[in-house]
């Protein structure tokens, strides 16, 4: 009975009592420690110059654990690649969980595990963080808040309104994985498949993209709502139209397949470790190398390019050579996926 | 073989599209029955790349459209009895009723499951015995056969709280009706795939031979739909009118004897209510006697209300291919996908969302 007890996330633990201090220290403590964590002070106090970005995300996926990740390793990723997608090297995290009470201190356990791995990769320290634990139906098992900063290099300037008319479009790599990966999990609606989750780090492929070249205009990484919608956005800032090619955009036959029997459209299904780079035509090749030579672009393509006419748009060249609107998800796609 | 990316292959649809553009000389109308072709028809520009001989209108195809508004508010007032979950396929949701949707009564706390398949559904039943479990029959030829397989798993199962709601329409006897009607001239009829994978092509003869229109049941891929065309096309130009299947990867003529023993074990025909075509007789199926313990309609006291039809709006009309969604007043403007008024919109398989979605007609 003891074991099954001290194996749970009690409300206690959340009450800033020793229980609190307990989980601080034997869970997070533990696995992420750095000199700013250790502190334990209220604040991480942080010596800066430069150009900050800095970010904020929530993570709420169900299931908790999905192929090729879980929430935690979500948690870091997805805000080191927020980061990333404004031209920043990622440097600091904070986390806060929300956890539900009952959850397993073992799947606790995991989960800080893998964040502690992810940082390692993602060469970024968790240096502040908090605990709520919430009765039980208030959240679903684990709820992840983060904020994350970084510093933008000289001479960067990166923004979703700095599409050109001549830019080309660069896609990293296949779409749909993650989204695809995850609902294979749902409970209800498990189907086989070997696909595991894209979640990756890209704040070193965007690093030696902006070596390549600190041109470029814009870069997105498409999660929730997948592609078409990371398109339209930069499409409306800039205020541009993007024309992209079926043929050209890299999508797994698994992936093609489990769309097919969903009723879904790739465009629209979350990736985590893809970016869309928008570049002057004069740089795409360049950068499209070094993407290329990089393990998390490795299938990286010029899926299309940036026009002047009808701006906000955005128009697919079909297989067939015809052309049709890409327009923006409307609705609930997947339910919580990140 | 790879059953998708094979039957996008451009260099094989440019020698179909060059070979219908050789072969095409009498103008003709097309319609194209399911929504699912529809949906490939727009979302792969195909009416762009047929020469101009050839003029496609979409058909009734789409189960959820063609659901009459006094169905939907008595699925939407089943949700209102305390202790009865709906479940129901997704696309549902967001279909508005006479006063609200599935989805705002969701919001608003009544208990509805989305899922995936009919077994999902008897799962909730099992595990929730104190409460209704009440599916949402609602598909054409395609989904009965699985739905009569739930009500018989209940049947073995002894599962007491299991119903369906059965709006379930059959596709032979709409085409016959809407061809009865006189309002829309055809030449040739894209069969619907999936319907006919459980048919089979044999239940569309009538149409080559009382009413003298060529038949193809078709895939869902581009190419599909090409090789469709074209088959078509070619029986126009040798003047004959018979049912051909370029779906042979999933079609038999005898179709699926198993699912269709399933369906009338457990179903028979009965009129059914088509949004914009009214009654049409034999179109829909009802419990048979034996299996009356699953009917929700029986089984409890439904008031959906009164029924209106949202004002200005031509889903009707579209469905018949009578009308094209832009002859709508209320089209990208009052209903968008977002703010649907019309089913058409909501639907994945409507033909407004298509059009909308992926802007027929856009020249950029």
């Known amino acids: 009975m003891e074991k099954v007890l001290k194996d749970k996330i009690l409300l206690a633990h959340g009450s800033g009592g020793k229980l609190a201090h307990e989980l601080v220290e034997g869970s997070f403590l533990k696995a992420l420690s750095n000199p700013f964590l250790a502190k334990l002070d209220d604040s991480a106090v942080i010596d800066f110059s430069g150009r900050l970005a800095f970010t904020t995300d929530s993570y709420v996926v169900s299931p908790i654990f999905f192929p090729g990740g879980d929430i935690g390793k979500l948690a870091v990723f997805g805000t080191v690649n927020d980061l990333a997608m404004a031209g920043a090297r990622p440097l600091y995290l904070s986390l806060s969980f929300i956890i539900e009470e009952g959850l397993a201190q073992s799947e606790l356990n995991q989960v800080v595990n893998s964040i502690q791995q992810a940082a390692r990769e993602a060469a970024v320290e968790v240096v502040t963080g908090d605990t709520k634990v919430v009765h039980r139906g208030s959240a679903d098992k684990l709820f992840i808040n983060t904020a994350g900063v970084g510093i933008i290099p000289e001479g960067v300037d990166v923004s979703g309104g700095n599409a050109r008319p001549g830019d080309k479009v660069i896609l990293s790599g296949a779409i749909g994985d993650h989204g695809i990966a995850v609902l294979s999990q749902r409970e209800g609606l498990s189907f086989s498949t070997q696909l595991e989750s894209d979640c990756a780090p890209l704040g070193g492929l965007v690093a030696e993209m902006l070596a390549a070249s600190p041109n470029i205009h814009c870069l997105r990484d498409p999660t929730r709502g997948g592609l078409a919608t990371s398109l339209n956005e930069l499409a409306k800032q800039s205020k541009v139209s993007i024309r992209i090619e079926e043929e050209k955009i890299p999508v797994r036959e698994e992936v093609l397949a489990a769309c097919e029997m969903l009723g879904f459209d790739p465009l629209y299904v979350a990736n985590e470790g893809k970016l869309v780079a928008i570049v002057p035509a004069g740089d795409a090749e360049k950068v499209l190398k070094v993407m290329r030579a990089n393990r998390y672009g490795k299938s990286a393509a010029i899926i299309g390019e940036v026009k002047a006419e009808h701006p906000g748009r955005v128009v697919m060249k079909t297989c067939l050579g015809a052309s049709r609107i890409v327009d923006m998800l409307v609705g609930d796609l997947l339910p919580r996926i990140c | ?364």
Not at chain 2, 48 to 69: E, F, K, R, W, Y
Not at chain 2, 121 to 130: G, Q, R, S, V, W
Not at chain 2, 286 to 307: M, N, S, T, W
Not at chain 2, 335 to 347: D, E, K, L, N
């Open chain 2, 1 to 364: 073989m790879k059953f998708i990316t094979e039957f996008r292959r451009s260099e094989l649809a440019e020698g179909l599209i060059s070979q219908i553009h050789r072969r095409s000389k009498t103008p003709v109308r097309f319609m194209e029955f399911c929504g699912g072709h529809t949906v490939t028809i727009f979302r792969y520009g195909i009416r762009q790349v047929l020469p101009p001989t050839i003029d496609m209108v979409s058909g009734p195809g789409c189960p959820i459209c063609v659901t009459a508004n006094a169905d939907l508010d008595k699925a939407i007032a089943l949700s209102q009895i305390p202790d009865i979950i709906i479940a129901t396929f997704g696309d549902m949701l967001k279909v508005p009723g006479s006063r609200s949707s599935l989805q705002e009564v969701k919001a608003d706390g009544a208990d509805v499951h989305t899922v995936y398949s009919t077994m999902d559904a008897l799962k909730i039943a099992e595990d929730n015995p104190d409460k209704s479990v009440v599916f949402l029959g609602i598909g054409f030829e395609t989904t009965a056969p699985t739905i009569a397989a739930s009500i018989l798993q209940a049947e073995e199962k002894g599962l007491g709280n299991y119903y369906v709601l059965s709006l379930h329409k059959l596709c032979p006897p709409v085409i016959r009706a809407l061809l009865d009607s006189g309002e829309v001239k055809l030449d040739g009829l894209i069969c619907p795939g999936h319907v006919s994978a459980i048919i089979g092509s044999r239940p569309w003869e009538f149409i080559a031979q009382d009413y003298g229109i060529s038949c193809v049941v078709s895939g869902f891929e581009p190419l599909d739909i090409l090789q469709s065309v074209d088959m078509l096309v070619a029986q126009i130009e040798n003047r004959e009118s018979k049912v051909e299947i370029a779906y042979r990867r999933g079609v038999r003529p005898e179709g699926n004897q198993q699912a269709l023993k399933l369906m009338g074990q457990v179903f028979e025909p009965c009129p059914a209510e088509w949004r914009g075509m009214g009654e049409v007789p034999d179109s829909g199926l009802k419990l048979r006697k034996e299996y009356q313990h699953f009917d929700a309609e029986l089984a409890f006291d439904i008031v959906p209300g009164p029924c209106y039809e949202p004002a200005g709006c031509i889903c009707g009309e579209v469905l018949r291919g009578v009308k094209t969604p832009d002859d709508c007043k209320l089209f990208g403007k009052a209903c968008t996908p977002q703010y649907p008024v019309g089913p058409c919109m909501v639907s994945s398989e409507g033909s407004c969302s298509a059009y909308y979605l992926y802007g027929e007609g856009f020249e950029g």
